[in-house]
């Protein structure tokens, strides 16, 4: 089956949506189709990427095309030298500090299709794929690209699929005017997609709360990674070993909860007085949450325990990896609830147990697979004493520990998406 991916660049930084279609595209080639992504807006940072095909609606055009009539009526030879490979790394140096607040307008458009702004960067996609691929079926990322669907379905004659991947959360952060637009745009694109496709019985609840959908139009398959990549080879983890690094790895942000791990490390040092308890942050750090880690640096070392925690922002995949096989029990205290949580299963496959909030998709993701401890969210006390409740009880947490990387492989590895995935969308290709 030929299968083609719209995915969204982000530049230099590594984006939860590209992690998750590249490792989707790598497992369904391994299978014997033929899957390929086209990037849109920036390049992909996928490590084990090594397709070249050309980036679809450049960041820099879209922009210009937003805010320039006069852009969008010039020749493509002039055009094109807005592609320029120098324009896009200042976009993607751009790209970090672009909220959803001030992008309202071409979220809109964009969602507007063949009518919006960005029409002629679309006429150059369909054009490319039906030249140059043909698709059985035509994958779109996420919601905000469903304005594509109805022009790539009328000339490629190709069924569409729609991924929704927890949108919910950026529109809900844009201005209440863009947002009521961007989900009634939505709703109305709906009847060009032939399915949704979501990563956990949770977000297709939270799909609906937005979006009139029948659950025939709906189909859960979950998030995977490959989980041999996580395989912990140096033996850290063993079921008679008490716990005593504790790791966040996620966007430091508020967002995640990393004030709240912090404040209940602090706790955990303050009342049981443990030496040996150590704190790993990893993930990415963007400029924006600079002054929020800073102020939670100097909460560290005014409590005096800088040492017994650090930093790793921004790691590549290999330091990624090392850094989940240096760890013995994680946890993410996400403030509001997420439709999955790519770091839940990167843990679970490298033997770590899981400390997360009971909310959205952890429920069916940790608890029924027993491999780790839900805490009531938002609440210091129950943080604490969930992570306190693991570090002391060595056969909970070696029950634990043990559960984790059958459940990862059995669930949650790349392979069995890619089966759930083509499962899913097979009654939709004629062959």
């Known amino acids: 089956m030929k299968i083609a991916f719209l995915t969204p660049g982000a530049g230099n930084m590594y984006c939860g949506g590209c992690l998750h279609d590249g490792t989707l595209v790598a497992a369904l080639n ?5 899957a390929i992504i086209l990037p849109l807006y920036l ?10 095909t050309p ?19 010039l020749p493509c030879p002039i055009r094109r030298l807005f592609s320029s490979k120098q324009l896009l790394k200042i976009a993607s140096a751009l790209s970090s500090t672009t909220d959803a607040d001030s992008v309202g307008d071409i979220a809109v458009s964009m969602l507007q299709g063949e009518e919006g702004k960005q029409s002629r960067e679309l ?3 369909v054009g490319w794929l039906e030249k140059n691929f043909k698709p059985d079926l035509v994958c779109i990322s996420n919601s905000l690209l469903i304005g594509m669907a109805k022009k790539i379905r009328e000339r490629l004659k190709c069924p569409i699929v729609c991924q929704f991947q927890g949108e919910d959360t950026y529109i809900s ?15 109305e694109k709906t009847k060009d997609v032939d399915l949704f496709i979501v990563p956990s019985r949770y977000a297709s609840t939270a799909l609906k709360r937005h979006v ?8 859960v398959v979950y998030n995977g990674i490959n989980t041999e990549e996580f395989q912990n080879v140096s033996g850290l983890h063993k079921s008679d070993k008490e716990p005593t690094v504790i790791g966040y790895f996620a966007r430091m942000c508020e967002g995640k909860g990393l004030h709240l791990l912090i404040d209940a490390f602090l706790e955990l040092k303050n009342r049981n ?4 308890l150590k704190l790993e942050i990893g ?28 930093f790793h922002p921004n790691v590549g995949k290999k330091e990624k990896i090392n850094f989940y096989n240096s760890i013995d029990i994680f946890c993410v205290p996400a403030v509001y609830s997420e439709v999955f949580g790519l770091y839940t299963i990167e843990a679970m496959a490298a033997g770590v147990p899981l400390v997360l909030p009971r909310h959205g998709s952890f429920v069916e993701i940790v608890e029924e697979t027993s491999t780790g401890i839900l805490y009531a969210p938002n609440t210091l006390e129950h943080l604490y004493d969930a992570l306190n409740k693991i570090i002391i009880y060595k056969t909970i947490y070696s029950n634990y520990q043990k559960t984790c990387i059958p459940v990862a492989r059995q669930r949650f590895d790349s392979l069995v998406m890619a089966k759930n995935f083509i499962s899913a969308i097979e009654p939709l290709v004629k062959i």
């Not at 940072?45 to 090594?50: R, V, Y």
């Not at 009139?212 to 189909?219: H, R």
Request: cysteine-free; charged content about 30%.
């Open 173 to 187: 952060s844009m201005p209440s005017i863009y947002r009521s637009m961007v989900w009634s745009l939505i709703e």
């Open 212 to 219: 009139l959908l029948t659950n025939e139009k709906i189909e």
């Open 283 to 310: 993930g990415t750090l963007l400029p924006k949450d600079g002054k929020y880690v800073n102020n939670l640096k100097q909460k560290i070392e005014y409590a005096g325990y800088l040492d017994d925690v650090e």
């Open 55 to 73: 980036l679809f609606f450049n960041g820099v055009n879209v922009y210009l095309d937003q805010k320039s009539a006069l852009f969008r009526l």
């Open 30 to 34: 391994k299978l014997g189709h033929n």
């Open 273 to 276: 007085g443990s030496r040996k």
């Open 43 to 52: 390049p992909l940072k996928l490590e084990d990427s090594t397709d070249d």
């Open 123 to 125: 006429e150059e996609l």
